[in-house]
């Protein structure tokens, strides 16, 4: 089975990334194939090198702490990066079985669906 868990971040700075950090890990290692989409890093080290977990990360700022306010409203009010990116990956074939599992996405991925 192929899993997409959508986060705002790709380490834990919360209880939410915790959690979906946490259940990548422990479906991966169940024999799914996970697809962790997060827009902020950087990756969090315990998610590397493991087998059938594959962490798609933008590396952006999100929206509170990127020095730019300008981007930040226009991020916020529509990701274009994170759309495109989960458009381009959602349109592989590779994704026959799929549970998604959105996590919470307040400030990052905000409108990138």
């Known amino acids: 089975m192929n899993v997409i868990i959508v986060n705002d971040y790709a380490y ?7 959690i979906a950090l946490h259940t990548a890990k422990s479906l991966a290692y169940a024999g799914c194939d996970v697809y962790l989409f997060s827009a902020v890093g950087p990756v969090d080290e315990s998610l590397k090198n493991i087998k059938r977990l594959n962490v798609i990360c933008l590396h952006q700022s999100d929206i509170l702490s990127n020095p730019s ?3 930040a409203i226009v991020q916020g009010l529509w990701n274009k990066k994170a759309s495109d990116a989960m458009y381009a990956f959602s349109s592989l074939q590779l994704l026959s079985r799929l549970l998604i599992a959105p996590s919470q996405c307040l400030q990052s991925l905000e409108q990138c669906a």
């Not at 834990?12 to 915790?18: F, H, I, L, M, P």
């Open 12 to 18: 834990v700075n919360g209880g939410a990334s915790q």
């Open 69 to 71: 306010r300008l981007q």
